[in-house]
């Protein structure tokens, strides 16, 4: 079970790698404005960005959310799922905010200042940052826990050097 649980592990590692990458890409945009951003950028991170997001959001649930009963009790499990879910949901809207965005710059109709572009994309991909540490954090103490566990089922055996 531990190897399918680390194959997932890895997958989510990717996700969050394919990530942090396109939130340094957005960061090199907010820092460079108002020069002009290639239209072809803009649209392969507007294209792929929320179906990347929603997979890692899919993992996230399904490897993460499991895994929380092996570090923390029913309630801190509830109150951390809660928050979980809340920042799921503002990554979506501020995804979808920053796929507008990078839509109309890559088209070259953005009527927004370079301001509040920045901004947008700064509050999102600070966010997304923020979230990756926290959730890479959360997988280490999982994957930990898991290792202890799996540790404290295995007999007591004697390998036949330590018998002499």
């Not at 290639?38 to 890692?56: D, K, P």
């Not at 879910?85 to 501020?94: C, E, K, N, S, Y």
């Not at 930990?144 to 002499?164: I, Y």
Request: some cysteine; hydrophobic content about 40%.
């Amino acid at each position: 079970m531990k190897n399918s649980i680390s194959n997932s592990f890895a997958e989510l590692q990717s996700c969050y790698d394919q990530l942090m990458s396109w939130c340094d890409v957005l960061q090199a945009i907010a820092d460079f404005l108002p020069c002009h951003v290639e239209e072809g950028l803009c649209g392969r991170i507007s294209s792929g960005l929320m179906s990347l997001l929603l997979t890692t959001h899919r993992l996230e649930e399904d490897l993460i959310s499991s895994g929380l009963g092996l570090i923390m009790n029913a309630e801190e499990q509830a109150e951390a799922e809660e928050r979980r879910r809340a920042g799921r949901l503002f990554d979506r809207a501020a995804a979808q905010d920053v796929v507008v965005i990078l839509q109309a710059l890559g088209e070259g109709r953005c009527r927004l200042s370079r301001e509040t572009v920045g901004y947008q994309l700064r509050s999102f991909f600070c966010s997304i940052r923020r979230r990756i540490t926290s959730e890479r954090e959360i997988m280490s103490l999982i994957e930990r826990a898991m290792e202890r566990e799996q540790a404290s089922r295995l007999p007591d055996e004697v390998s036949p050097m330590e018998k002499a």
